[in-house]
């Protein structure tokens, strides 16, 4: 029975993933088959990946805090509101974060959303492709300008299609599934009700457009699959709780460590529960 482990993107609520991801690896657990994220998740997955704990934690508080990867005045002056581009490069060559290698303990997919069809395509991460695959899956629709390329196609933030990619992991055979997600329980998506704009923005890229209007339905449409999962399929869902108060955009590091810290509370409390399981 493969095991995998999902992680939601966020952006700046991914600090409570790195939270719980850097709790697995204090007590060495890495009891998966294939790891798959998007967006934030990807990069929060890289690094656990790889073993490199803290880093996630650090790019969070001491990178995407600034003013090079998040700007508004750089947006109105016609520049990236955040500069995904920046923050991986600058994050890797600071921090030397090392590439996923196909092969080692767990293999790491990162989805990232095609313009063309609108649908998340899924890659598995290398030491040639790692870069392009985070920086494209990071690509916030508007907050980042470009539509990076990859072996010829346009591809923005994964999350955008899939932001929860746990029926993808189902699709490729795990039927263990551990899901890090970054809103509390409960929590739903809102219909989008003022489509306009987008319908302005994208008008030439209809696919990209149609995903886009219906965010919300996939994501919901999700969050019944980890509430009702198939017979055959075990999920375990961590997630922070109400007081969670980290949002896409937060750049409050106070705020910022209590989400991690919470991370690594909710992170314990997963162990526990495994450790209940094979007593």
């Known amino acids: 029975m493969k095991r995998a482990l ?114 998340c395509e899924y890659f598995q991460a290398n030491e040639d492709n790692v870069d392009d695959l985070m920086v494209a899956s990071c690509a916030l629709p508007t907050a980042f300008r470009e539509q990076p390329v990859i072996d010829g196609r346009r591809y923005v933030d994964g999350g955008v299609a899939d932001a929860i990619p746990a029926r993808q992991a189902y699709a490729m055979g795990a039927r263990d599934i551990t899901v890090i997600l970054s809103q509390p329980p409960g929590f739903t998506k809102p219909e989008l009700k003022s489509p306009w704009l987008l319908e302005k923005m994208y008008r030439e890229q209809p696919e990209l457009l149609r995903t886009l209007i ?14 009702n999962p198939p017979a055959d399929c075990k999920i375990h869902i961590i997630a922070p709780d109400a007081s969670f108060s980290v949002k896409r955009l937060t750049m409050d590091k106070k705020k910022l460590l209590r989400g991690y810290a919470q991370g690594r509370r909710m992170g314990r409390r997963f162990l526990s529960g495994q450790m209940m399981d094979v007593a």
């Open 6 to 119: 999902v992680v939601e993107g966020g952006a700046m609520r991914g600090v409570f993933a790195a939270g719980v991801l850097d709790k697995l690896m204090d007590e060495h657990y890495f009891a998966f088959d294939f790891a798959i994220g998007v967006s934030a998740g990807a990069t929060n997955l890289s690094t656990y990946v790889t073993h490199m704990q803290g880093l996630s934690k650090k790019i969070i508080l001491q990178y995407a805090t600034k003013r090079e990867f998040f700007s508004p005045l750089r947006f109105v002056q016609g520049g990236h509101m955040t500069d995904v581009h920046w923050l991986w490069h600058h994050s890797k060559q600071s921090l030397g974060i090392r590439a996923p290698h196909i092969g080692t303990d767990i293999d790491l997919f990162v989805g990232v959303t095609n313009v063309n069809s609108g649908l």
């Open 214 to 227: 219906n965010r919300s339905k996939t994501y919901n449409e999700t969050l019944h699959f980890l509430t």
